[in-house]
Nanobody, 122 residues
Framework: QVQLTESGGGSVQAGGSLRLTCSVS????????MAWFRQAPGKSRDWVGT???????YYSDVVKGRFVISRNDGKKELYLQMSSLKPEDTAMYFC????????????????WGRGTQVTVSS
Protein backbone atom coordinates (compact mmCIF):
# COMPACT_ATOMS: atom_id res chain seq x y z
CA GLN A 1 0.00 0.00 0.00
CA VAL A 2 1.27 3.44 -0.90
CA GLN A 3 2.30 5.58 2.03
CA LEU A 4 3.40 9.19 2.05
CA THR A 5 5.01 10.83 5.08
CA GLU A 6 5.74 14.54 5.22
CA SER A 7 8.37 16.13 7.45
CA GLY A 8 10.32 19.34 7.82
CA GLY A 9 7.58 21.70 8.89
CA GLY A 10 8.04 24.23 11.65
CA SER A 11 7.90 27.87 12.61
CA VAL A 12 9.85 30.51 10.72
CA GLN A 13 9.86 34.27 10.44
CA ALA A 14 8.70 36.03 7.31
CA GLY A 15 11.40 36.02 4.68
CA GLY A 16 12.83 32.75 5.91
CA SER A 17 13.09 29.35 4.25
CA LEU A 18 12.05 25.77 4.95
CA ARG A 19 12.44 22.51 3.08
CA LEU A 20 9.72 19.91 3.35
CA THR A 21 10.31 16.26 2.58
CA CYS A 22 7.81 13.64 1.53
CA SER A 23 9.01 10.06 1.99
CA VAL A 24 7.37 7.69 -0.47
CA SER A 25 6.70 3.98 -0.20
CA UNK A 26 6.80 2.05 -2.45
CA UNK A 27 9.21 3.81 -4.74
CA UNK A 28 7.16 2.99 -7.85
CA UNK A 29 4.88 5.86 -6.94
CA UNK A 30 7.62 8.31 -7.72
CA UNK A 31 7.18 7.39 -11.41
CA UNK A 32 3.84 9.20 -11.32
CA UNK A 33 2.95 12.87 -11.10
CA MET A 34 3.33 13.99 -7.50
CA ALA A 35 2.13 17.19 -5.91
CA TRP A 36 2.17 19.42 -2.88
CA PHE A 37 -0.98 20.99 -1.49
CA ARG A 38 -1.65 23.19 1.52
CA GLN A 39 -4.62 23.89 3.71
CA ALA A 40 -5.09 26.72 6.16
CA PRO A 41 -7.68 26.40 8.95
CA GLY A 42 -11.19 26.82 7.60
CA LYS A 43 -10.03 26.93 4.00
CA SER A 44 -9.90 24.55 1.08
CA ARG A 45 -6.93 22.35 0.23
CA ASP A 46 -5.09 24.35 -2.41
CA TRP A 47 -2.65 23.13 -5.02
CA VAL A 48 0.92 24.34 -4.55
CA GLY A 49 2.72 22.55 -7.34
CA THR A 50 3.31 19.32 -9.25
CA UNK A 51 6.36 17.50 -10.48
CA UNK A 52 6.17 15.00 -13.31
CA UNK A 53 8.36 11.89 -13.65
CA UNK A 54 10.37 13.85 -16.23
CA UNK A 55 11.28 16.37 -13.54
CA UNK A 56 9.23 19.15 -15.10
CA UNK A 57 7.43 21.11 -12.41
CA TYR A 58 4.46 23.46 -12.31
CA TYR A 59 3.41 25.94 -9.63
CA SER A 60 0.47 27.98 -8.51
CA ASP A 61 0.82 31.68 -9.15
CA VAL A 62 0.97 32.49 -5.44
CA VAL A 63 4.16 30.46 -4.91
CA LYS A 64 5.83 30.66 -8.32
CA GLY A 65 9.33 32.03 -8.02
CA ARG A 66 9.51 31.28 -4.27
CA PHE A 67 8.89 27.52 -4.03
CA VAL A 68 10.69 24.72 -5.86
CA ILE A 69 9.65 21.05 -6.05
CA SER A 70 12.22 18.36 -6.66
CA ARG A 71 12.45 14.62 -6.33
CA ASN A 72 15.07 12.00 -5.58
CA ASP A 73 13.75 8.68 -6.79
CA GLY A 74 16.76 6.82 -5.41
CA LYS A 75 15.95 8.05 -1.92
CA LYS A 76 12.20 7.71 -2.54
CA GLU A 77 11.71 11.35 -1.56
CA LEU A 78 9.89 14.41 -2.82
CA TYR A 79 10.89 17.90 -1.66
CA LEU A 80 9.37 21.34 -1.40
CA GLN A 81 11.94 24.10 -0.97
CA MET A 82 10.19 27.22 0.25
CA SER A 83 11.89 30.62 0.26
CA SER A 84 10.81 34.19 0.96
CA LEU A 85 8.06 32.83 3.16
CA LYS A 86 5.09 35.04 4.01
CA PRO A 87 2.58 34.82 6.86
CA GLU A 88 -0.05 33.83 4.28
CA ASP A 89 1.98 30.69 3.55
CA THR A 90 0.99 29.41 7.00
CA ALA A 91 -0.84 26.10 6.49
CA MET A 92 -0.69 22.35 6.78
CA TYR A 93 1.29 21.07 3.82
CA PHE A 94 0.47 17.72 2.20
CA CYS A 95 2.10 15.65 -0.49
CA UNK A 96 -0.10 13.69 -2.85
CA UNK A 97 0.26 10.87 -5.37
CA UNK A 98 -1.73 8.49 -7.56
CA UNK A 99 -2.90 11.16 -9.98
CA UNK A 100 -6.05 10.25 -11.88
CA UNK A 101 -5.96 13.07 -14.43
CA UNK A 102 -8.29 16.01 -14.90
CA UNK A 103 -6.22 18.86 -13.55
CA UNK A 104 -4.21 19.67 -10.47
CA UNK A 105 -7.02 19.72 -7.94
CA UNK A 106 -7.06 17.76 -4.70
CA UNK A 107 -9.94 15.61 -5.95
CA UNK A 108 -7.69 14.17 -8.66
CA UNK A 109 -5.11 12.66 -6.32
CA UNK A 110 -5.94 9.46 -4.49
CA UNK A 111 -3.13 9.10 -1.96
CA TRP A 112 -2.21 11.59 0.72
CA GLY A 113 0.18 12.00 3.59
CA ARG A 114 -0.93 13.32 6.97
CA GLY A 115 0.68 16.69 6.49
CA THR A 116 3.28 18.85 8.19
CA GLN A 117 2.53 22.25 9.70
CA VAL A 118 4.27 25.39 8.49
CA THR A 119 3.82 28.58 10.49
CA VAL A 120 5.24 31.89 9.27
CA SER A 121 5.26 34.82 11.68
CA SER A 122 5.51 38.46 10.71
Amino acid sequence: QVQLTESGGGSVQAGGSLRLTCSVSPSAVTRDNMAWFRQAPGKSRDWVGTIKPSGNSYYSDVVKGRFVISRNDGKKELYLQMSSLKPEDTAMYFCAADYRGGGWSAANFNVWGRGTQVTVSS
